[in-house]
């Protein structure tokens, strides 16, 4: 069914990395119960060359906490049903300590964590400087709120306002994405004094009640009324959209799309935006609140939009009367690599900018940073809220601030990311099965199908056996796409050139060993 090495522009490559067989046996990295990984279920299953993970240095502690199996008693009598069914993995991974890039679970074995608790840990599983701010807080004070005046909150928030251009100075702290984006919406409305809302389809912007209307993945919907006033409009996905070519994203790979414009022109673009003049014209009232829209979409897979097209949607957006919002829960804090903050790339100025996940490397907090004239707005009532902004999470994202600087994260994104697509985009060309590859920094989406010629998304039971060999063998990386065909790779940006080129081997490996079951 699925050809090894067919392609549209073949070019066989050798496997990326050195591929090097250990023993299990004098393994110190990987501690796994006798035969767990290299049973010989079949002569195809044997791990002739299972590359060698990257060394690493720091000891975790022994785990010596409960069972996995009363773990997983607890997590079906006690825990939100749901998360039975979110649970990654056949045979799940039970995780016990972090450090920096790599994870280890309950029986010692290490993982290279290129999903860093979905694009969260920012600068490094328990990095030793954010802990260090973290328990010089928690010797302080945990917890005061904003009706008093306390160190942390001023430091963080004229700090955050550094990091973002004018006119965008005035922070709003929340605990979460959800929680900021709803902010947002209602700040959007009330200061516009207008109510409908524009998203773009295939993104995610929170699971909250009123978010959900923005969400629009029909995975995260409810057979519920939803949010009133959130419409969404078609995705301006150059690969998987009605059109696109081989010249139309910022990113270092382009689809396998081919392209007949010429140059500083995009038909694609066009395309997707007379969409949105359409949804204008049909579908919402003559004035808007809002647009918000990611700057690369997260868990809709990385999709990434013509290079003009935000700044011709937030031009007509402005034109109706309604502010741009820009999700950068997933894209900023230097993910991208270029440039700070997603937006940066698309060449825009939102009037908002939302915000969370890598802001506190994993501590709980959200952001809402706007203009000055939209706060004034947003004074009409009293807005309170007891933990955004706590002591603990301000110290904590204020050393995420600093370390991001210190240990030149942005550049290891833009260096590692750059050339993680790359070396992708050549397994692309090599295996019929990878569609596309895509991404800025360290924000990769790696499509999946089940041929190029027609695009049809890999299906997921697929991709879920690429995605459980991978993790057999020691990477941790992320599913996406509305289909669920999109791997995604979001790693701390702590990770180094030696990781990617054992992340490369091991995905071409669990790529080869599909391809060679069927
Ligand atoms: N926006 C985006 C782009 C996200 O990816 C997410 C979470 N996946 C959210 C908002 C919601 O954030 P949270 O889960 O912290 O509420």
Redesign the pocket.
């Known amino acids: 069914m699925y050809k090894v090495g067919s392609c549209l522009r073949g070019r066989a490559v050798p496997l990326s990395g050195t591929l090097r067989w250990r023993p299990p046996s004098s393994s110190t990295e990987f501690h796994l119960p006798a035969g767990a990984l290299y049973q010989k279920t079949s002569p195809r299953h044997l791990p002739t060359d299972i590359p060698e993970m990257p060394p690493c240095s720091f000891k975790p502690e022994e785990y010596k906490g409960m069972s996995k199996e009363r773990m997983m008693e607890i997590r079906r009598k006690n825990c939100n049903p749901m998360i039975m069914k979110v649970t990654s993995y056949k045979k799940p991974v039970f995780v016990h300590q972090g450090h920096m890039q790599w994870l280890w679970d309950v029986d010692g074995k290490r993982y290279l964590d290129l999903f860093a608790g979905?694009?969260t840990v920012s600068v490094g599983h328990c990095h030793p400087r954010v802990t260090e701010a973290a328990l010089q807080q928690l010797k302080r004070l945990w917890h005061t709120t904003n009706i008093y005046v306390y160190p942390p909150l001023h430091e963080y928030c004229e700090k955050l306002a550094s990091h973002l251009p004018d006119p965008l100075k005035v922070v709003y702290l929340t605990n979460?994405?959800?929680?900021?984006?709803e902010l947002a919406m209602l700040m959007a409305r009330l200061h516009t004094g207008n109510f409908d809302i524009i998203t773009l389809r295939g993104?995610?912007?929170?699971?909250?009640p009123q978010?959900l209307g923005l969400t629009s993945n029909a995975a995260y919907k409810y057979p519920i009324a939803g949010a009133s006033g959130c419409t969404n409009t078609m995705c301006p996905d150059v690969f998987r959209g009605p059109w696109g070519g081989s010249h139309c994203r910022d990113s270092p790979v382009q689809t396998i799309r081919d392209c007949g414009c010429a140059q500083g022109h995009c038909m694609a673009n066009e395309q997707y935006i007379g969409q949105l003049k359409d949804t204008f014209a049909t579908s919402v009232p003559s004035r808007i609140a809002a647009f918000f829209g990611?700057p690369i979409q997260?868990?809709g897979g990385a999709v990434q939009y013509p290079k003009n097209y935000l700044k011709e949607a937030y031009t007509l957006v402005r034109e109706r009367g309604g502010v741009c919002i820009a999700?950068e829960?997933?894209t900023g804090f230097g993910r991208t690599g270029t440039h700070f903050w997603g937006f940066q790339g698309h060449d825009v100025i939102p009037d908002m900018v939302?915000m969370?996940?890598g802001i506190g490397n994993g501590f709980p907090m959200?952001a809402v940073v706007t203009t000055p004239e939209i706060a004034v707005s947003f004074a009409k009532g009293v807005h309170f809220n007891t933990f955004g902004g706590n002591p603990m999470a301000c110290a904590v994202a204020s050393s995420v601030l600093d370390t991001i600087k210190e240990d030149g994260t942005q550049q290891i994104s833009l260096n590692v990311g750059t050339y993680l697509m790359t070396e992708l985009a050549k397994l692309r060309d090599k295996y019929e099965i990878i569609g596309d590859v895509r991404g800025k920094g360290l924000q990769i989406g790696v499509e999946m199908v089940k041929d190029k010629a027609s695009r049809d998304p890999l299906p997921p039971e697929h991709v879920s056996e690429i995605f459980e060999d991978l993790k057999d063998m020691g990477v941790l990386i992320g599913k996406g796409g509305i289909f669920g065909q999109t791997f995604r790779v979001k790693p701390p940006m702590c990770i180094t050139m030696e990781d990617a080129d054992f992340f490369l081997a091991v995905f071409e490996k669990s790529v080869h060993n599909f391809m060679e079951r069927r």
């Open positions: 979905v694009a979460s994405g959800s929680e900021a984006n993104s995610y912007h929170g699971g909250s978010t990611e997260g868990v999700d829960v997933q939302t969370a996940k959200g």
